[in-house]
């Protein structure tokens, strides 16, 4: 018998929850990894297509030395974050979850305020 039948029947798990860690595939973002901070599988009127807010780093901080002036050294450890809807057919979730630890649940709720 098979068993991946039975796994992909009615009772399959929705995969994409608040908290995934998910690659964005295509756009300006593609290749980088972020957060689902929201999920909206059926659509609403301004978007007619399942789609998730995320939060994610667009330039991460670079690697720095003993040597860096202080101006590149600014420049170096900056953080460019973005947040962003994006449609679910444009995102890979991976097997990461986010902790508690980061506070993402306190996120949400400001955003959603």
């Known amino acids: ?3 991946m039948a039975k796994k992909s029947g009615k009772n399959s ?3 994409m929850k608040r908290g995934r860690i ?3 595939l295509r756009g300006r973002y593609a290749g980088r990894k972020a957060v689902i901070l929201d999920v909206n599988e059926n659509g609403n009127s301004s978007r007619n297509f399942p789609f998730a ?3 994610g780093l667009n330039r991460s901080p670079q690697k720095v030395t003993k040597s ?3 101006k590149l050294l600014q420049k170096k450890i900056k953080v460019r974050p973005f947040i ?3 449609n679910l057919t444009h995102v890979m979730p991976t097997r ?3 902790s508690t630890e980061l506070g993402i649940e306190s996120l949400i ?3 959603e305020k």
């Open 68 to 70: 860096t002036s202080k």
């Open 1 to 3: 018998k098979n068993k």
């Open 84 to 86: 962003k809807y994006v």
């Open 96 to 98: 990461h979850r986010t």
């Open 53 to 55: 807010l995320i939060l």
């Open 109 to 111: 709720k400001k955003i």
């Open 13 to 15: 798990g929705k995969i």
């Open 22 to 24: 998910i690659i964005v």
